[in-house]
């Protein structure tokens, strides 16, 4: 009985050693994983308003935070190195390091030519208020970028003219939108994004 219960007392101590040893290396390997901030961009080489916002919040994020990875959700064919270096030749903005890339394998399901005046509907219509009205659907070249709304029966009328609207007059407001998108000051997107992210960083990385 002796030998039978040191046996038993023997066992119990190295499954307590082997779990707690099974603990730790996960605890350490959980302390030790990095964070990063990803960024949805399925369309990484269009090269519009929409490319060159992806790639100022990128530098943005990396200004602030040196040692966070920035990672790309693409469905384009491209590495790090390559979006580093057209971020750089077609828009002027030079990362401090290429990001990682993970690839979309159902891009298919959000491209815009699937459900192109419901896209159309999301890109072009904003409420009736601050920037948009003050600053941003605002006619360029005397040509319409966008509508604005308040309720819910101006919301419903202006989703009713996108529908009805001939596609020449829905692709000319894109096109007049992303004309004066390009008004608005680089540096001024930086530190209005810094300022908006800044509370989300910071806060998941304080101690709980």
């Keep these: 009985m002796a030998i ?14 082997t779990l707690a040893s099974l ?103 904003a409420h009736n208020s601050a920037g948009p009205k003050m600053d941003i659907v605002l006619e360029e070249d005397g040509r319409r970028t966008g509508f604005l709304a308040s309720d819910k029966e101006e919301y419903a009328d202006a989703i009713l003219e996108i529908l009805k609207m001939p596609e020449s007059e829905r692709l000319a407001i894109v096109a007049a939108a992303r004309k004066r998108a390009q008004r608005f000051s680089e540096q001024k997107f930086y530190e209005d994004f810094k300022a908006a992210i800044r509370p989300i960083i910071c806060g998941s990385s304080a101690p709980s």
């Design 23 to 125: 603990s730790a290396a996960v605890i350490s390997r959980r302390q030790r994983r990095r964070r990063a901030a990803g960024f949805f961009h399925p369309y990484t080489n269009d090269g519009g308003g929409g490319e060159r916002v992806l790639w100022c919040a990128v530098r943005a994020v990396q200004e602030d935070n040196p040692d966070l990875d920035c990672a790309v959700y693409t469905g384009d064919d491209a590495s790090p190195q390559s979006l580093a270096a057209r971020a750089l030749d077609r828009f002027g903005v030079k990362l401090l390091r290429p990001p990682q890339v993970i690839h979309l394998s159902r891009r298919k399901w959000i491209d815009e030519r699937t459900y192109p005046h419901f896209t159309m509907i999301g890109q072009s219509l």
């Design 4 to 17: 039978w219960a040191l046996s038993v007392t023997l066992v119990s101590t190295l499954l307590a050693l």
